[in-house]
């Protein structure tokens, strides 16, 4: 399954462009409510500097993590990532920095019970009139249950893959395929044929030899093992 933005991402970016090339003062709410809105939103947002230093963090950001403001701020956001999926985050971060593009990425996060689950992190860049990066707006999305959900469908397959395998293992071993005609040594060809004796054990093999033989030669006589 692909990754894909949030449309809580999206909304977001674009209000956020909306509200910094907005001259009119008096279009925009004043800072307490903008921040009590910020806030109250379901969305985890977060904004960065243009070097990528985090400065801000919502409400809802800080009651998942459990964490303060100031435990977040710049860097240390870092801790409540996944130590496994740390380097990843940082590589793809830093491109994203470099190059403007916008970042998305998945990683585990330690939410306050302690207990690490998969989010979707979305950032774009803000540009003022020249082109140049001003802001970074982010949001970040729980996708537990969609990684829960992939694993599950990815194991389901490995087991199916498995089953045929056997299966078909099974039905050589066991002599189950179909025939074109009666087969005979001749028509079999046994060195190729008798390569599922090596499961056999070596004292009896020169018997289920000499026995399938006579049996393909004389059809009237049922083969005995």
């Given amino acids: 399954m692909g990754t894909s933005v949030p449309d809580s991402a999206r ?19 004043s800072a307490s409510d903008l921040q009590f809105i910020i806030d109250s939103a379901p969305a985890l947002i977060h904004t960065a500097q243009p070097d990528g230093h985090i400065d801000f963090f919502n409400r809802t950001w800080l ?7 100031e435990d977040l701020l ?9 130590p496994d999926d740390l380097d990843g985050i940082l590589e793809k971060w830093r491109a994203s ?22 989010m979707l992190h979305h950032k774009v860049a803000l540009r003022d009139e020249s082109g140049k990066i001003v802001k970074w707006y982010g949001s970040s999305l729980d996708i537990e249950e969609r990684k829960t959900a992939e694993e599950q469908f990815r194991r389901k397959a490995e087991e199916l893959q498995r089953s045929e395998f056997y299966l ?12 074109p005609s009666i087969p005979t040594a001749s028509t079999i060809g046994l060195p ?4 599922c004796t090596d499961s056999i054990r070596p ?12 049996s393909t ?6 083969w005995q093992t």
Avoid: C
């Fill in 97 to 118: 920095l470099a190059s403007g593009e916008p970042f998305l990425h998945e990683t585990r996060v330690r939410r306050a019970d302690g207990q690490y689950r998969w």
């Fill in 217 to 222: 030669h004389t059809i009237a006589s049922p």
């Fill in 63 to 69: 009651e998942y993590v459990g964490l303060r403001l």
């Fill in 11 to 29: 909304r977001f970016s674009k209000v956020a462009r909306h509200l910094a090339s907005s001259g009119d003062n008096s279009r925009l709410a």
């Fill in 203 to 214: 004292a009896n093999r020169l018997v289920f030899r000499n026995t399938w033989i006579v």
């Fill in 74 to 82: 710049g860097w240390k956001w870092t801790a409540a990532i996944h």
């Fill in 192 to 195: 190729n044929y008798f390569g």
């Fill in 168 to 179: 078909a293992e099974g039905q050589r071993l066991a002599h189950m395929g179909s025939w």
